[in-house]
């Protein structure tokens, strides 16, 4: 089984190497249909990711008939299809000329100024929609740099590399786990030097969750944001991301959610979920959460732990979505 397991991981590393190094050297157009073609045909095909999707959506859309869901599973699939052909594409990018594109498409903005105008850092929490990515190379063009925090995958090579190609970018990647430096001591560093964080914010990594409605039913999202900016002061901004109808991108920044003190954790956090909600509810199609999240498909229920020192803050994960 392990000798499986390895094998499993080393094609996987070795297929994520081939598309950073093939995607950038071939005509974008033909590949992006391609991986579009591949995201409709993994709905049509109900893979384990494609049905997780789908039941997903089935809570954002519960009137949906389903044909409906079944459209918009494939719709949702082949818009994840695009997230994952910009990962491999935008190490070819002109950057500066991305920037531009997006930034008549950026709203909220003065939200995002006042924050850092308070000089305590902001707490930026987003859910997997759109490409989170390239909103995080319009934040390095706006503030220079932000950190965020990524999961190891395995193997450890397939790590360095989706962690090189998020420094290449201009983003600071702080290892979740193992380093000598716990990430959460990272974080606060960083805001209280005023700087800003990035955190996705709709999936649990560990057991460490605030229970919330959302689109009507128990669910869980992960308690680092709310605590994070609670344990130093700094400012919480929900930030919507999605795809444009016209083939770019999107962005918008929320007004701050109040968080005083460990007592507004789960309240803060209440109110990232329905920010959430009601961004997704506008594009559900560039929602790409393939994992469980509601209290029913868990299986399980996270126990939130609501103290906010900084050394053990929860995170929300930027690989994979």
Same mark, same amino acid.
């Not at 079944?70 to 818009?79: G, P, V």
């Given at each position: 089984?392990?000798?499986?397991?390895?094998?499993?991981?080393?094609? %996987?590393?070795?297929?994520?190497?081939?598309?950073?190094?093939?995607?950038?050297?071939?005509?974008?157009?033909?590949?992006?249909?391609?991986?579009?073609?591949?995201?409709g045909a993994a709905a049509r095909l109900g893979t384990p990711g494609a049905r997780r999707l789908r039941r997903n959506l089935s809570r954002v859309r519960p009137t949906a008939t389903s044909a409906e869901l079944d459209e918009l599973t494939r719709e949702a699939m082949r818009s994840c299809a695009r997230y994952w052909w910009e990962v491999f594409e935008l190490p070819h990018t002109d950057l500066r000329r991305l920037r531009e594109v997006v930034d008549p498409h950026v709203t909220g903005r003065d939200n995002l100024d006042i924050a850092l105008a308070r000089g305590r850092g902001v707490v930026l929490a987003l859910p997997h929609s759109g490409n989170w990515d390239v909103a995080g190379v319009w934040l390095v063009g706006c503030l220079g740099r932000f950190t965020t925090v990524m999961e190891r995958p395995r193997p450890e090579s397939l790590y360095r590399r989706f962690a090189?190609?998020?420094?290449?970018?201009?983003?600071?990647?702080?290892?979740?786990?193992?380093?000598?430096?716990?990430?959460?001591? %990272?974080?606060?560093?960083?805001?209280?030097?005023?700087?800003?964080?990035?955190?996705?914010?709709?999936?649990?990594?560990?057991?460490?969750?605030?229970?919330?409605?959302?689109?009507?039913?128990?669910?869980?999202?992960?308690?680092?944001?709310?605590r994070l900016a609670a344990a130093t002061g700094a400012a919480l901004l929900p930030v919507g991301s999605w795809f444009?109808?016209?083939?770019?991108?999107?962005?918008?920044?929320?007004?701050?959610?109040? %968080?005083?003190?460990?007592?507004?954790?789960?309240?803060?956090? =209440?109110?990232?979920?329905?920010?959430?909600?009601?961004?997704?509810g506008r594009r559900p =199609?560039?929602?790409?959460?393939?994992?469980?999240?509601?209290?029913?498909?868990?299986?399980?229920?996270? %126990?939130?732990?609501?103290?906010?020192?900084?050394?053990h803050v929860g995170h929300g994960r930027t690989w994979p979505p």
């Amino acid at each position: 089984m392990t000798h499986l397991t390895n094998w499993r991981e080393r094609l %996987v590393d070795s297929a994520y190497a081939l598309g950073w190094r093939m995607v950038g050297t071939v005509p974008p157009e033909p590949t992006l249909r391609l991986f579009q073609a591949a995201g409709g045909a993994a709905a049509r095909l109900g893979t384990p990711g494609a049905r997780r999707l789908r039941r997903n959506l089935s809570r954002v859309r519960p009137t949906a008939t389903s044909a409906e869901l079944d459209e918009l599973t494939r719709e949702a699939m082949r818009s994840c299809a695009r997230y994952w052909w910009e990962v491999f594409e935008l190490p070819h990018t002109d950057l500066r000329r991305l920037r531009e594109v997006v930034d008549p498409h950026v709203t909220g903005r003065d939200n995002l100024d006042i924050a850092l105008a308070r000089g305590r850092g902001v707490v930026l929490a987003l859910p997997h929609s759109g490409n989170w990515d390239v909103a995080g190379v319009w934040l390095v063009g706006c503030l220079g740099r932000f950190t965020t925090v990524m999961e190891r995958p395995r193997p450890e090579s397939l790590y360095r590399r989706f962690a090189d190609y998020r420094r290449a970018l201009g983003f600071e990647v702080v290892p979740l786990t193992g380093d000598a430096t716990s990430a959460a001591s %990272v974080l606060a560093e960083r805001l209280r030097a005023n700087r800003a964080v990035c955190l996705l914010a709709d999936r649990l990594l560990a057991g460490d969750g605030v229970a919330v409605s959302f689109f009507g039913e128990p669910a869980f999202l992960p308690a680092g944001p709310a605590r994070l900016a609670a344990a130093t002061g700094a400012a919480l901004l929900p930030v919507g991301s999605w795809f444009t109808d016209d083939g770019g991108w999107a962005v918008r920044f929320h007004r701050p959610i109040p %968080v005083a003190g460990r007592e507004d954790v789960a309240p803060a956090t =209440q109110a990232l979920a329905d920010t959430f909600a009601a961004d997704i509810g506008r594009r559900p =199609q560039d929602w790409h959460l393939l994992r469980p999240l509601w209290e029913a498909d868990l299986g399980h229920v996270p %126990v939130h732990v609501p103290a906010p020192a900084p050394t053990h803050v929860g995170h929300g994960r930027t690989w994979p979505p």
